[in-house]
């Protein structure tokens, strides 16, 4: 790729938005107040709004490798604090993908390097669903399996935080498990169950 063609790519889109309306960078300048926090991996094939089909400004966005929510990586946790209590987003997002390369390094046997103690947290969702992702016999259908489920438990480390706790009761704040499927296009919602995780859950990590 061509560095310089971005800036040219640029220049095309800024003319683009002002065809549309003059004063679309005045609007966007003035401030954010997206409705949704998205949190996805770092997958160049999954770009953000792209898939959604928003535009800037709609979505505060996280990504990183496999779009996990460990509770001492302070990036994604600053991510959902002031996303969450100061932009008062009333949808979280974790959107897993198929095919995700994060996923497939962690079911593998190698030492990483510093991508290992990342990638124990997706052997860790592994370990808690093992029952059921060892009664899949094709290697493939457990790769996305996992995906699925490692979404599922993001979600629930998302729900695990005081502030997305605190958002629920206050104004009703939901919490949503996608997957992308990079074959069709699709974005797949995997319907997780939000006040039923978050009545469970309760039980053990209510914060207050
Ligand atoms: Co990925």
Request: hydrophobic share 40%; charged share 25%.
């Amino acid at each position: 790729m061509n560095i310089e063609q971005i800036f040219e790519n640029n220049k095309a889109w800024v003319k683009e938005k002002l065809k549309i309306d003059e004063h679309y960078f005045d609007h966007l300048a003035k401030g954010q107040s997206p409705e949704i926090l998205y949190i996805g991996c770092s997958d160049s094939r999954v770009s953000a709004e792209e898939i959604m089909g928003i535009s800037p400004g709609d979505a505060f966005v996280h990504r990183n490798i496999a779009n996990m929510v460990p509770n001492t990586d302070l990036n994604v946790m600053s991510v959902i604090d002031f996303a969450v209590t100061h932009l008062k987003v009333n949808h979280v997002v974790v959107c897993g993908h198929y095919n995700c390369g994060g996923v497939k390094a962690a079911m593998q046997s190698a030492d990483l390097g510093i991508l290992n103690p990342w990638l124990r947290n997706i052997r860790d969702v592994y370990r808690i669903h093992s029952d059921e992702l060892n009664k899949i016999e094709v290697e493939n259908d457990k790769y996305n399996r996992l995906v699925e489920l490692n979404v599922q438990e993001q979600c629930v480390n998302v729900i695990k935080t005081s502030v997305v706790q605190k958002a629920y009761r206050e104004r009703n704040l939901t919490v949503h498990g996608w997957v992308f499927d990079l074959k069709s296009g699709s974005i797949i919602d995997l319907k997780i169950d939000f006040p039923h995780i978050l009545s469970k859950i309760m039980e053990i990590y209510r914060l207050d």
